[in-house]
Structures are given as C-alpha cells and as structure tokens.
C-alpha cells in the first residue's frame, strides 16, 4: 500500500514525488515514459535555472533529482487503465494488468498538442514546425512564420511571435474566431501580421528546415516556421471513470489545494483547469509541488 | 520609458523579467541585490532540475540565465523609495534619488523572515539553525530538533520534520497556538512532537553547530537544530502609498493574472497572499512567469 500513487513522469509528476517524499510518504510513480509534453521541446530558454537545455535533458535532471535523493522512490513503467476507490483507498489497474494500492492519487498525466495530420508535420518538428509559440518564438527572430488555429491559443500565438518574426500570416479555416475578440483586437494592431482566412494548411514542406506551406486553395505560401496552435487534448482515459469533474474539453477542475471533486485525489501540471491558458513547465512544477505537499497531509489525517 | 518594470531580484523578480522579455518588452529589474529570500538556503534539494544547489547558486544561474540570453534586459542595484502613477504611467524613485518610468510595475520584493533576536540565531543560521523547514527537514534525520512559533508556519513545520527527526520539540510562549486546530491536532498524532509551552528560546548555543537552548525557565535543552517559524514580514515599504489593496499582515492580493487592485501593477512571489502558506521558489518562479506574461498583455494594449 502506497501512501501517494503519482501517474504521470513529467515536470508535474516527478515535482509532486518529490514534494510527497519529502514529507516522508511511501510513493509510487506511475508513467510508460519519464517525461511528456516536455520531450517536445528543442530549446528550453525560459525555466528558471538554465540558460539553455532540451526539454528531455531538463526531465531527466528532474529524475535524476529523485533517484538520488529520494532512493526508495518507486517507479513503475507503465499506464493507468483504471482507477477505483475501494473502502476509502485506491485500486490502481495498470495496463500490464498489474494492480497497486494507494491512500491518495496525484493525476499529472499532462496533455497531448492536437496535430493537423498532414505530410511534413512530423518531419519538420523541431525543424521550423512547434506546437508552442510561449516556448519557442525567440528561435524565429527576423523569419517569417505562420500560426494556424481559430482559438485564443493561436490569437495569443501570434502576439506572442509578432516581437520576433519580420512577418506572422495566421491561417484560419473560417472567417470567424472562436477565440476571444480582445485577442482579435490586439492581432489587428500588430505591425507584422497578416490574416489568411478560409484557409488551410494541406502539407509543410522544406529541405533540412520548413520552407513553405501548400494551401488548400492551391497557393504556396514561404516560410520558415509554423506553429501548430489548435490546442491540446488532455489526457484522462481513467479519469471520468473515477468520477473526478472535468471540463467539457476534459481538463481537471481544481481548487488552490490542487483537491479534485474526489476525496483524495489531486491533479497537477497541464491537466488541470488552472493551466489551461499558459502550458509552462514553471507551472506543472508549482502545481506539482502543491499537490504532493496537500496529498501528504491528506494522508497524515487518515 | 520602460514597458516592464521588475522590483525585485529574487527567483520570482527574475523569472517575471524572462517572460516580460520574451515578449519582446523593454524591461529594467531593479533591486538592491540579486536574490532575496533565497540567499539563505543552504541546500535547495525541491526546485526540480536540481539534486542539490544552494540558493546563491541557483538565483546566480538565473541571473545568468538573462544576461546571457536578454542581454538587453537592464539591472539597477538600488531600492525604490517611491512609485507613483502619474498621467497613466509609473514614476519610480529611487534611493539613489534617481528616476525610471515605467509602463507597468511588477512587485517581487518578497519577505524577510522574522528572527527572534537572540543570541547564537545568526551565528549558527546554516549550522542548526534555519527559518525554513519545507526546505531543511530532510537534513536533520535522525536528529533531534525544535520548532519555535505558534501559528500555521510551526505547526505544519513540525509536521514536515518529524518523518526525519528522532523528536521534534515544539517550543511556544503561549500555551494556546494562533494556528489552525486542525494543525495542531496533526501535530499531537506524531510519534515523536512534544509541546514545550509558555516557554521562550533565549539563546542558541553550540560549537560549529548547534548543541542546545537556553530556555527563560532556566533549563537547557539539548537539540541539533532550531526550525524558527514565526512567520516572515512582507517587504511593502513603497506599495501601501501606491494604494495597492494589501491584506492585514500586508501581503499583496492577486488574482490569477496576479494582478493587483492597480492597473499595471503586477506582484509575484512570496509578497503575494497566493503564496502566504508554502513560500517555495517553485511557486515564486511560476507567479512571476504568469505575471511578466501578462504585464506584456497590458502594455500591448496601452
């Protein structure tokens, strides 16, 4: 019987193992792979610390971290298929058909960025195509780039590359937003944005690096990057099941104490309703040293 | 005239001043030093991406971590005497009587902890004594230790300490807590707390480390370490005049944009009520990423 079952490996997870094994609790971390949504990330320039580090260097120093201070840490490499709460404590059903037991849970199974599935999106990744403008905008000073999406992440996505590029064409497949009209507002003020709307991206293409994009209206437009901004999916399989209240897009709703609707289950990191706007590595960590910090006390009342 | 202007230059000042920068902001961070807080953390084994660092360490990385990447970013050593708004802009004086203007302000001046103001506290702080036990328990395993204080901050630092500590004392000069009853029910379940009430600490005594107490009784208590948790004091000085909304201990209120009851003005970090129960770097870094995001957001729409 585990004190705190933590499912997920990245920032979110591994900073609330950390927050519950400091505070002296038997703990488990459940994930198939260390990491997450983090793996994706090139050039990591805006966690505190590092001037410059790849997102998989930085989770595997947060592992590291673990596995050094924190020994008796269990790490158990595999997905959560069920979770059921059984006479006040937890029955964890892994995907091997494994089972653990647990007094609390931290869900910090993080999100997955939507794709457009087309041809050169996976190719490109890392080569001018990105999922995060937040992240990566400084790396497309002087370029010229595009952002495709209809909600506030695209909106945002622009202003926030707008600084760097010499141009940013936002590319919608209607003529209307579904985002905000004080984000459509603040696009139109920008000096070096264009709209292209009743558009869409049909195939990305390059050498070594993004060149261009084939449009469906059958025009080719040149650039250097583009940023894919239609939003995540988060990842809840087990958790609508275990009766925990999510949005209707599927994030965790959760109180200043990282509480879900359920008695002793926490949630941390892109996940949860709290992170929905701005997926920051900064973030998942706060959220995750929160949620191990209260699973912990949580526990110590039982 | 600055876009952003950060006070404060501990891991939530420079963390502000990253995301500010980001986005393409002319931003200045002005601070009579870099760091804060943080500076007396021995060893800082909870901000994920690190095994073991001390706070010098880390902030000094951080600071590094904008000159090299933001060489454009500003620094000015000084405190702020004053902030005024004038004609929608912010007029920063200085100590140095010198001037800046300012778009938006954010405040990151964090706390100082509250001493006792005895004999033997500085000496032996980082030798048996520290003023944090989130961050300090795991240190003392095995140890024996006493918690001085009688609100929330001593009674959940007993907790924290006590999976580490052959026995913890908790000292307090009342023999009623100001802490929450449910906290100091948690503390009466550990195994190994004890209550020493309407009792002082008058002197911390030792060789190169702690080796006891004098206590007002006249008896000498014999422990490896002092946990001094009687809470820390808002550094506020220029932010009351301001008119920013500050609660009766004067920690600053934000909301989730970590916006103040004054446009443009901005706070992050350990100043903040948000943060007034678990004062941890993680936290400050996360606010003040959310708070030089969206101080951009604000002056984008000046």
């Given at each position: 019987?585990?004190?705190?079952?933590?499912?997920?490996?990245?920032?979110?997870?591994?900073?609330?193992?950390?927050?519950?094994?400091?505070?002296?609790?038997?703990?488990?971390?459940?994930?198939?792979?260390?990491?997450?949504?983090?793996?994706?990330?090139?050039?990591?320039?805006?966690?505190?610390?590092?001037?410059?580090?790849?997102?998989?260097?930085?989770?595997?120093?947060?592992?590291?971290?673990?596995?050094?201070?924190?020994?008796?840490?269990?790490?158990?490499?595999?997905?959560?298929?069920?979770?059921?709460?059984?006479?006040?404590?937890?029955?964890?059903?892994?995907?091997?058909?494994?089972?653990?037991?647990?007094?609390?849970?931290?869900?910090?199974?993080?999100?997955?960025?939507?794709?457009?599935?087309?041809?050169?999106?996976?190719?490109?990744?890392?080569?001018?195509?990105?999922?995060?403008?937040?992240?990566?905008?400084?790396?497309?000073?002087?370029?010229?780039?595009?952002?495709?999406?209809?909600?506030?992440?695209?909106?945002?996505?622009?202003?926030?590359?707008?600084?760097?590029?010499?141009?940013?064409?936002?590319?919608?497949?209607?003529?209307?937003?579904?985002?905000?009209?004080?984000?459509?507002?603040?696009?139109?003020?920008?000096?070096?944005?264009?709209?292209?709307?009743?558009?869409?991206?049909?195939?990305?293409?390059?050498?070594?690096?993004?060149?261009?994009?084939?449009?469906?209206?059958?025009?080719?437009?040149?650039?250097?990057?583009?940023?894919?901004?239609?939003?995540?999916?988060?990842?809840?399989?087990?958790?609508?099941?275990?009766?925990?209240?999510?949005?209707?897009?599927?994030?965790?709703?959760?109180?200043?104490?990282?509480?879900?609707?359920?008695?002793?289950?926490?949630?941390?990191?892109?996940?949860?309703?709290?992170?929905?706007?701005?997926?920051?590595?900064?973030?998942?960590?706060?959220?995750?040293?929160?949620?191990?910090?209260?699973a912990s006390t949580f526990v110590n009342?039982?």
């Amino acid at each position: 019987m585990f004190d705190v079952v933590v499912v997920g490996g990245g920032p979110a997870g591994l900073t609330a193992a950390v927050y519950a094994l400091r505070r002296g609790m038997k703990t488990v971390v459940v994930t198939p792979e260390i990491g997450g949504r983090v793996m994706l990330a090139h050039h990591v320039e805006n966690y505190p610390g590092f001037i410059s580090i790849t997102g998989p260097d930085l989770v595997k120093k947060m592992e590291e971290q673990i596995r050094k201070n924190h020994p008796d840490c269990d790490f158990v490499m595999d997905s959560v298929y069920d979770v059921k709460k059984v006479k006040g404590f937890f029955e964890i059903l892994l995907k091997s058909r494994k089972k653990i037991s647990g007094k609390s849970v931290i869900i910090a199974t993080g999100t997955e960025d939507k794709s457009l599935k087309i041809k050169g999106e996976r190719e490109f990744l890392g080569k001018g195509v990105t999922y995060c403008s937040t992240c990566d905008s400084p790396l497309f000073r002087n370029k010229v780039v595009a952002v495709v999406g209809g909600g506030n992440s695209a909106l945002v996505g622009v202003q926030e590359v707008s600084p760097y590029a010499s141009k940013v064409y936002l590319i919608h497949r209607r003529s209307e937003f579904r985002g905000d009209v004080v984000e459509v507002e603040r696009v139109k003020k920008l000096r070096n944005a264009e709209f292209v709307l009743d558009e869409e991206v049909m195939e990305v293409y390059g050498d070594t690096v993004v060149k261009g994009l084939k449009l469906k209206s059958g025009k080719n437009l040149k650039v250097d990057g583009l940023f894919i901004e239609i939003g995540v999916t988060p990842l809840t399989q087990f958790i609508k099941k275990l009766g925990v209240k999510v949005t209707s897009q599927g994030f965790v709703e959760v109180n200043d104490k990282q509480e879900t609707s359920v008695d002793g289950v926490f949630a941390a990191g892109d996940i949860t309703t709290k992170n929905a706007n701005l997926l920051q590595i900064v973030h998942a960590t706060s959220e995750g040293a929160i949620a191990g910090f209260f699973a912990s006390t949580f526990v110590n009342d039982l």
